[in-house]
Structure formats: structure tokens, C-alpha cells
């Protein structure tokens, strides 16, 4: 399938850090994961990609991270095409957080994952420590000795997130962050993946399905349909295009439904994000 | 049970020693066929998971016969191959020890066993699935009793050469009486075929890859691989 | 906390780390490195002592430490199941042929079987044996801290060997809950209640097949993020076990002491009129 990608934002940009470009991934099986993938990614902004599930969007992300190589196609990050000798560079630039948090921790304790990486890229112990603190702090939380199978849902993301932080990465890569957390938790993941965009420069790319967290977040989203990316734009036009988010098998934020059931739509106002957005438009 | 598992104690020092070398030997070779001493991180991360996945399936009451706790190694064999089950099944002796599932001092006789089993259901399994074309039940339920049939008789074997601690009799009475044991465990062994018959058939419809039965999904690395035309 | 165990007969694994972690007693403030020093002490001693007398005492000695830990005896007794089926099963038949002076008799088929004395003694004595390092060792592992266990097992653990002990330790919680929760489902729809050793078979074996599934997805999913995140082989470890105590030393050298006594009474000249 030829994708046919409807850009909503505008003119394109040239200074990608992440260009994926044209990639096509078969598994051995036989099943296709992702077919002329075009996506990019940016200095310092939160993007989604929203799609159901199988929709490619792992498979997409697990190329950024040099995970999988494509079978066509190409994977630039901060300029270098990724294979097999660059593929460690890479990883200190990509940090992956997978949608399993348990399967991440296999360290026996927390301060013991959070090091992990640190270590595996050459620091010390002191200074693997000293990242692995301030990663912590980051995500906010304490409980530095416990073993994980204690941890709490939430506390696993949390540590997870912190263990790929604590390398420094220039990238984060999410998948589905907050799927099976509590709302708290779920609103702490947020605010943390704002926080590494607005005080510490890292572009955020989130895999979700959940379009009220991407309304809520992203600075760009998009679609992924069939391993494709088949619209991408600002999330005010992308995620109010009730056809498109339809023809993805998605839903509209609840925001935008309400917003358009509401009739504000022809009032000529902008189109709000959130529910706090909209509870101020309407007070205003 | 369809194991003999040796408690502390039922050996002197010099066999413990002996059968701790020989164990020690065989895994040598092993690892050395995993890549010298350095397992790739899939390899770790399978042989990991068989471990545990084989300590939480010991825990299983099937409630049949009273009651029946099975340790599945010749299906460790025939999903991972005799080198990384040999490493599996010497950790889970470890666990096994802790908690007094197999004395310590054990490990190795315990271990010796534990690979004939993962050695002869891997291979038993290739000839029959592979070789003889054979249904995947009875081919699992064959890789499975041959492997425990001959594990027990290895079991008669080192306890027979070793002989029990305290015990005076000969070695020739020690082995009638093995022999006894041997039996029920063989007969036990059985009904594991039977459960790693059902397994197998299982697993060849919802992960055929697992038992080598197509081309692997996302699981390079599994060692061994059947190549064997998938089973419509 | 654990969940509650699905065997009141098998020690899991869960409900052990749980007595390590959150009991506090003077057993669990001995250092781990001398706990596991002793425990090959006891392991010795169960080998080498012949005298039913000191397998006596060895036993004693081993439950009194377990009681010292302030762990639960009735549990511990539930667990001593498998390794009295394990030493029942190996010697059942020794207690009727050793030679020696006859306890008891009956006749079964036309064939006089005699329960004899060193029958009798070899299964008590091969049961103290084994009672006393699973008692040692339980005690051992439910009053030592998971990450205490981790770095003992990587420093005596040749690699990779450590590598698997430890991923596999760290998961086997996971893996047995996944099991439990399995089990738990197959409960709820009144699975228990299926009849029929086939079809209980079936069911069972659909279960442990499902186990072994989730478990090569788990380690495709570890592997990546192991990868991921540049592992070269070796995990790390920040929890460091302090250095034994004069008293930690002591404790060691009287009880190597009575080792050495023991082993040169064994095997070479009897000291304590064995």
C-alpha cells in the first residue's frame, strides 16, 4: 500500500534528528510490520504516533532504537544511517521504554536498574550513580531499594523511564505510556514526558492509542495505519478530523467530540486540547 | 513424580564429588557450545525464562493420580536445545536445592539426570517429528518417555555405583532395588509424555515456531531449529 | 506481599522473599556471607556424620535456628513434604531388604518381607540428613534479603551461569504469579470441577503450554530492552554485603572446628568414639 501521507502542518522541515525514510519491514513470518515508512522527528517536541494496535507503530519505533533494521529503506538519526556498527552510538542517542514495564526491570534493585545502562555505557560506578540519582529524582521517585516485583504499576513505568533517562538520551521513545496505570499515575507520566521537552530539550516520541493523552500532549501527531504513516500534522487539525481518525479505527478526544457536539466549532474558535481549554472557552 | 531427585546426605563426599565434576564437565561443553562462556543476550534471556517458567510449572498440582508434579525437562529439550536446557535445568537444581526440591550437595547427580532428559527429548524428538514424520502428540509424548525411561535407569545407575550412605548392602542388591523405583518413575513418566504430548500440540497451534515447526517470529537465536514443513 | 502460595507442600518462592524482606529477627542481622558459609557447613556435616545421635543434634540445631529467625514452624513442616516423599521413595525398599536384626515381619504373596533394623535406621538417618540442610537452607533463604542472594550468587557463580541464576531469580515472581492468576481463571469458571484424568490433562497441559508461551515472549521482550539498553554481560550491582565481624569469624571457626573433628573422626582415627 503506498502511503499517502496528508501533511496538515504546514511546510516540511529540514532539520530532522530522526528521518525514517521510506522503510519497509517484513517479519520472517511473513506478516509486513511497517511498508514505506516516512516519519521524522524533531528537536524538542512531543510526537505521537496514534494508531490500533498492529497498526506498526512498535515496529516503527523499535527502528528508530536500531532494534530491527529495515528491509528497505533507511533509519537517519542525528545524521547517521543506523547499522550494525553504529547500532551502540545509536542507542545512546535513542532511549526505547517499552510498553511492558516488568520485562525492563531486571535488575534486583531499583538503584541497581536505573544503573544499568550508565554502566553498560562505560561510566564508573560513581558516575552511574550520580546519573542514576538525578534520573530518579526526574521521574520523582524514593523508593531507591526496593526489589521491582514490589513495585507498584506505576512505579514500574516510573523506574523504567528513569532507566533509560539515566543514559542521557536525546530521544525518548514511549510505547504507550500509560496504558495500564491509575489516572494519578497516569497524570505524573504526562507531566514527566512535558518536563524532559521543557527543561531538558529531549524530543518525546509517543506510541498511543489513546487520542485524550495525545490531544492533551503532542506538539505533532501521527496517524499509522496498515505500517504506514498516512497523516501527520498539528494535533488541532489532525485529531478534529473525525474521517480520518475513523478510517485509522481511532476515536475522537473526548475534547474534540464535545467541542463539536457543542456546536462551537462554528464560532470560529480555537479548537482547545484539553478539557481545561475548553472549560475556559466556554466560561469565557 | 517422574524424577528420582537425591537428597543430602545419600551420597558420600567422594561420589558427591565425583558426579559434581562430571556435571561440571558436561556443562563446560555447553556453555563452550553457547559461544565460549558468552551467551548472546537471547540465548540469556530464553534459558532465564525456561528456568523460571519450569519452577512456577513444578508448582502445578495436576490433580489426577492424587496428584502430580511434573518437572517437563524433555520439553525443555525439545523448545531450547540440549546445550541452553543443560544450563536451565543445572539452575533450576540450584532453586530446586534452596528450597530442598534435591539436596545441594546433589546438584550434580541431579543435574547429570535432569540432561540426559533434555539431551534425549530434544533428540528423540528431531527423529520422530523430523525423521519419522510423526504426529506432534506422540511425538512429544515419545521424546518425553524415552527421556525419562532412560533417565531413570541412568538415576538406577548412579545410585547403584555410588550406593546409599549407611547402606550395606551389595551394589547388585542396591540396583534390584533401584530397579523397583525405576519402574514406578518410568511409569510416571509416562503420564509426563502424555502432558508434554498435549503441550507440544498446543504449542503447535498457537507457536508453532517454538517447536521448530516454522520460521521463527521475532525469536532469532533459538538454537537448533527443527526444519520441519509445518503441519496443516 | 506475596500471594498466598499454591502449594501448601512446595516452597515458593514469593512467600520466602517475603519473610526475608519485611521479618526482622537476630538471624536475619547475621552477615549473609556467613549464613551462607554455614549452610555449606551444615551440607558437610550432613554428609560426612554417620552417628544417628549427631544427625539428631545437627537437626535440632538447624529447626532451633530456623525458630531464632522467628519463622513459622508450621510452615516449615508443610514444606519438609518433598523431601521426605524424596527420601521415602529412594529408600522405601532398603527399610525391608538391609540386612540385619529383624523389627517386624509379614508375609505378602508367599514372600516373608522383614522390616530390619538397619532399614530402619538408613531411612531415619537419611531423613535427618536431608531435614537438616532443607531446614538450614529455607532458614537461610527467608532470612537473607533478595539483593544479598543476588550478589552471593553472582560472586560464586561462574558466568554466565550467574547471569541466568539471576535474570531467572528476578522473574520467577513474575512467572509464578502469571501461573497463580492462570490457575486462579481456571478456578472461577469452575475448572476445578472438570472430570476426567484426559480432559483435567488436557486443561492442565494447555496451562503449563500457555506458561512456556508467555515465557519466550517475556524473555523476546527482555532481550530487547537488555539490548536496548547496552548490556555487555554483566549486571550490576550497587548492594554490597559489609564484611564479616570478628564474631562472624568466630562463629565460622568453631563451627569449622567441629567440622574438622568430625571429618578426621570420619575418616581417619574415630575421636568421638563413632
Known sequence: MESDIHHLAGAERDDAIVHVDCVSHRYPDGTEGIHNMCFSVYPKEIVTLCGPNGAGKSTLIEHINGLMMPDKGRVRVFGMDIDKKNVSAIRKLVGLVFQDADSQLFSPTVMDDVMFGPLNLGLTVEEARKRAEWALDVVGMKETNKIPHYLSGGQKRLVAIAGILAMKPRILVVDEPTGDLDPSNAKRIEDILRSLRDEHGISVVIALHDMDMAARLADRVCIVRGGSVIAEGKPEDILYDEKLLRSAGLEMPMVAKLFTDLGLESRGVRRPLSLEQLTSLMKN | MAHVHLEDGSFTLFWVLIWSALAAGLVSIALYRQGRGQIPTRKLAIASMCVAVGFAAFQIEIPVFGGVHLNLTPLMGILVGPALGSLSVLTINVFSAAIGHGGWSMIGANTLVNMVEVFLGFYAYRFLRGYAKVERFYSGFGAAAIALTVSALVAVLIVSVSEIQGSTQTRAQTMANMLVLAIANIVMGLFEGVVTGYIVSFLGKVRPDLIGESAPARTEGIEDRLEVAADV | ?274
Open chain 3, 1 to 274: 506481599m506475596s500471594r498466598k502460595s499454591y502449594s501448601r507442600h512446595i516452597p515458593d518462592f514469593r512467600l520466602v522473599t517475603h519473610y526475608a524482606e519485611s521479618r526482622t529477627s537476630l538471624v536475619h542481622r547475621i552477615n549473609p556471607w556467613t549464613k551462607a558459609v554455614l549452610l555449606v557447613f551444615v551440607i558437610l556435616f550432613v554428609i560426612i556424620i554417620q552417628d544417628p545421635y549427631l544427625l539428631a543434634i545437627l537437626l535440632v540445631a538447624t529447626v532451633a535456628f530456623y525458630a531464632a529467625a522467628r519463622l513459622p514452624l508450621t510452615l516449615l513442616l508443610g514444606w519438609y513434604s518433598l523431601p521426605v516423599f524424596f527420601v521415602l521413595t529412594l529408600a522405601v525398599l532398603f527399610v525391608f531388604s538391609e540386612p540385619g536384626r529383624q523389627l517386624a515381619s509379614f508375609t505378602l504373596l508367599g514372600t516373608r518381607i522383614a522390616l530390619t533394623e538397619n532399614g530402619a535406621l538408613l531411612v531415619v538417618n537419611l531423613l535427618m540428613r536431608a531435614l537438616a540442610a532443607v531446614t538450614f537452607s529455607l532458614a537461610f533463604f527467608m532470612t537473607t534479603r533478595y539483593t544479598n542472594i543476588a550478589v552471593i550468587a553472582s560472586k560464586s557463580l561462574p558466568k554466565p551461569l550467574d547471569n541466568i541464576f539471576l535474570l531467572s531469580y528476578r522473574f520467577t515472581f513474575e512467572t509464578s504469579d502469571e501461573v497463580a492468576d492462570v490457575l486462579d481463571a481456571m478456578r472461577s469458571r469452575s475448572g476445578g470441577l472438570v472430570k476426567g484424568v484426559s480432559r483435567q490433562t488436557k486443561m492442565f497441559a494447555g496451562i503449563i503450554g500457555l506458561a512456556f508461551v508467555h515465557a519466550f515472549e517475556r524473555a523476546e521482550r527482555i532481550a530487547k530492552a537488555m539490548e536496548a539498553r547496552g548490556f555487555t554481560g554483566t549486571f550490576p550491582m550497587t548492594e554490597k554485603i559489609p564484611r564479616m565481624s570478628y564474631g562472624d569469624y568466630a562463629l565460622i571457626g568453631l563451627v569449622a572446628l567441629a567440622l574438622a573433628i568430625v571429618a578426621y573422626s570420619r575418616y581417619f582415627n574415630n575421636l568421638i568414639g563413632w
